[in-house]
């Protein structure tokens, strides 16, 4: 049974910085691709980023594109999402989700195609 759990959320000023963690449980599951999704309130579940580790590629939201950026700790078996320049609209619950194989382009920013969800860290940006 895979569990994801994110953490590092809380309250920053906008400009400010934050990192988000996702540990991923049991530390034999291996992923190769990893997403983080963000759900604000009333609206659906949004792309953030993707990341490919085996292809070497990442894709981004126009909305956060050279903000964010991702990264992971494989012997701790823990991804990040490092977070600059927040803004208010980038306030919402950020999920992790990790996929041991690739998704074609198109399919990258649908949450349908993955399978694994934690319970998500809230991120609040005041202005």
């Known amino acids: 049974q895979v569990q994801l759990e994110e953490s590092g959320g809380g309250l920053v000023q906008a400009g400010g910085s934050m990192r988000l963690s996702c540990r991923i449980s049991p530390r034999t599951f291996r992923y190769n691709v990893l997403a983080w999704f963000r759900q604000a309130p009333g609206k659906e579940r949004e792309f953030v980023i993707y990341r490919d580790w085996s292809g070497g590629r990442t894709y981004d939201a126009d909305s956060v594109k050279g903000r964010f950026s991702i990264s992971r700790d494989s012997a701790e078996n823990t991804a990040y999402l490092q977070m600059n320049s927040l803004k208010p609209e980038d306030t919402a619950v950020y999920y992790c989700?990790?996929?041991?194989?690739?998704?074609?382009?198109?399919?990258?920013?649908?949450?349908?195609?993955?399978?694994?969800w934690g319970q998500g860290t809230q991120v609040t940006v005041s202005a």
């Open positions: 989700a990790p996929r041991v194989n690739r998704l074609a382009l198109s399919s990258i920013r649908g949450p349908e195609h993955y399978n694994y």
